[in-house]
């Protein structure tokens, strides 16, 4: 059942951003910022927390869930040591997510070296 609870979750938040694109002039960059604003201010306001219990991996993985690990790890920074906290809360919340993607796109570059599109 937490396959499907992912996979609907998942669903409506790129429904939501495919809906986005087509209907407004935003653009794909924007659309990201917004999606990662949101999740820190759904998260502040406790409205996320019970879409990512229900959701799982749908809801964690889009860029709600960056957001929401942002919110998490400021929130725990804070906590633990105060107003310094809320400067390095947030990397060390989304350190695990950060380094996945720099390490898969090297990884990736390096397996699927780009070619030239203009072919004579």
Do not use: N
């Not at 502040?44 to 019970?50: K, R, S």
């Amino acid at each position: 059942m937490q396959y499907i609870h992912a996979f609907i979750t998942g669903g409506i938040i790129c429904a939501l951003s495919q809906i986005l694109i087509d209907k407004t002039k935003l653009t794909p960059a924007r659309i990201l910022v917004t999606y990662v604003v949101a999740g820190v201010v759904l998260t502040a306001l406790g409205i996320y927390q019970p879409i990512v219990d229900w959701g799982g991996a749908g809801a964690t993985v889009p860029l709600l869930g960056f957001g929401y690990s942002l919110a998490k790890g400021v929130a725990k920074g804070v906590a633990e040591q105060g107003l310094l906290g809320a400067f390095t809360g947030g990397v060390t919340g989304a350190a695990g997510g950060i380094a996945a993607a720099i390490v898969f796109g090297c990884l990736f570059a390096l397996i699927c070296p780009p070619e030239d599109k203009a072919k004579d």
